[in-house]
């Protein structure tokens, strides 16, 4: 079973949409996760962190994480065509400490 | 904002030589990464290092792969002897405090292209 697993898209979303982005885990003693994003050719940004259940917010961001579900979501509100790009999600393991990445999720919001 | 820097930004060589791929960590980092995306396909953990030596390594990170961090600033990634399947985008990632609660930050990466 993978470890971060994420639906590879594309998803695409109109302009000034709210695009939505789920991820799951199946380490059940992962605490915290990652939101991250990737422009094409470029190295991943972390844009949102989360590690308690219910929804963290940071402008047009929403993380949302369901422990019980074992899943995390990203939402973005008002899309941009800047926002194009792969959003990957990274949560760490219950022992060490680095972050294991899901394969991400290309989003293409169109004008 | 503080980056980490990577050098170079890409590197062409041919198989079987050795490359040596250089990031400069944000100056109060502790925990220092290194991870490797190949074209298209997700990005994979290689090594964590931590107080000066190795916490973790991946399958991945054979006898062809070594760390080091020289002179107290930079972290180096060093293959020996190159593979045409070690052809991948190469990420220098490190993190101030324990990655689990803040993440990290990457380097702008090296494309190594193995001919």
């Known amino acids: 079973q993978k470890e971060v697993e994420q639906n590879s898209g594309p998803l695409s979303v109109p302009e000034g949409a709210i695009a939505s982005l789920n991820c799951t885990y199946s380490?059940?003693?992962?605490?915290?996760f990652f939101w991250y994003r990737q422009y094409s050719g470029k190295s991943p940004e972390l844009i949102m962190f989360?590690?308690?259940?219910g929804d963290t917010e940071d402008g047009r961001f929403t993380a949302q994480l369901n422990k019980a579900s074992q899943y995390v979501s990203l939402l973005i509100r008002d899309s941009q065509p800047s926002d194009s790009a792969t959003y990957l999600c990274?949560?760490?393991?219950?022992?060490?400490?680095?972050?294991?990445f899901g394969g991400g999720t290309r989003v293409l919001v169109k004008p | 904002e503080p980056e980490v820097t990577q050098t170079p930004s890409h590197q062409v060589t041919q198989m079987g030589q050795e490359v040596i791929l250089r990031c400069v960590p944000i100056s109060n980092h502790l925990y220092f990464y290194w991870y490797r995306q190949i074209l298209g396909q997700k990005v994979e953990f290689l090594v964590s290092?931590?107080?000066?030596?190795?916490?973790?390594k991946s399958e991945i990170f054979d006898d062809q792969f070594s760390v080091e961090r020289p002179d107290g600033s930079n972290f180096t990634l060093k293959i020996r002897s190159t593979k045409l399947e070690d052809s991948a985008m190469y990420f220098c990632?490190?993190?101030?405090?324990?990655?689990?609660?803040?993440?990290?930050?990457f380097g702008s990466g090296t494309r190594l292209t193995v001919v």
């Open positions: 290092f931590y107080n000066n030596e190795i916490s973790e």
């Open positions: 990632a490190s993190s101030e405090q324990d990655p689990i609660l803040y993440g990290y930050t």
């Open positions: 989360i590690y308690s259940n």
């Open positions: 380490d059940r003693g992962s605490q915290s």
């Open positions: 990274a949560g760490p393991k219950a022992a060490g400490n680095k972050l294991t």
